[in-house]
């Protein structure tokens, strides 16, 4: 039998509550659950955490005192995100560079990379749900205190629309792929400003 990615059902509570347990790589599961909290737009910030811990057997979190987690859906989160004002700039040939690293890093199978650079410091992350991946970045970047208007965030696969709220809340104003967009994605990134670079790796 071939080497087989890894994914486990990961049950976790929020202040005591059960929630949807996570269909996840078992790795960065702190990032996993950190990153979701953020960027679905439940807690206003990391610091809104109080404590995070557990395994993928089961992860507990707890929020500090008089934080109470929103629940938004994706167009609420869409239309609250405003439009990204960052002067970043990026050349091509730089992203394409970046790109074809993502791709070469390592054998990967079934599972989703994604790499989020600040200045000459880059995060790779990989599971077996993009939208994971990107949490797992993101949870990354703001514990590291990384400026996310300056930041690239790059994904081996297709931007869904999920992702790409999740960079618009993270406030990542460039976005790149080796795949196409949707057309809602490439609609939705316009309207908040978010430069998509697609087939990056390509010539």
């Known amino acids: 039998m071939p080497d087989l990615m890894i994914e486990r059902i990961v049950p976790w509570q929020l202040n005591g509550q059960k929630q949807s347990a996570f269909l996840c790589t078992p ?7 950190a990153g979701y ?17 557990g395994d993928e057997n089961g992860l507990n979190v707890t929020l500090r005192e008089g934080v109470a987690p929103r629940r938004t859906d994706i167009l609420e989160r869409l239309q609250a995100c405003p439009a990204c004002k960052s002067d970043f700039q990026a050349p091509l040939v730089q992203i394409q560079a970046m790109c074809r690293q993502l791709l070469s890093e390592k054998n990967y199978f079934g599972t989703h990379r994604l790499a ?18 990107a949490d797992k970045c993101i949870a990354y970047g703001l514990r590291q205190g990384w400026d996310m208007s300056r930041c690239i ?6 931007i869904s629309l999920e992702m790409l709220v999740k ?12 795949k196409y967009p949707s057309d809602i994605v490439a609609d939705w990134a316009e309207r908040l400003g ?7 790796h390509s010539d």
Do not use: K, W
């Open 116 to 133: 989020l650079h600040c200045g000459d410091q880059v995060a790779y992350r990989e599971d077996v749900g993009r939208h994971n991946a």
């Open 27 to 33: 790795e960065h599961l702190d990032e996993l659950a």
């Open 167 to 178: 960079a618009a809340v993270a406030g990542i104003p460039v976005f790149f792929s080796r």
């Open 194 to 200: 978010i430069a998509l670079v697609i087939r990056a």
């Open 37 to 53: 909290l953020y960027t679905q737009g439940m807690i206003a910030g990391l610091g809104d955490i109080a404590e995070l811990a």
């Open 153 to 158: 965030l790059g994904s081996t696969g297709r």
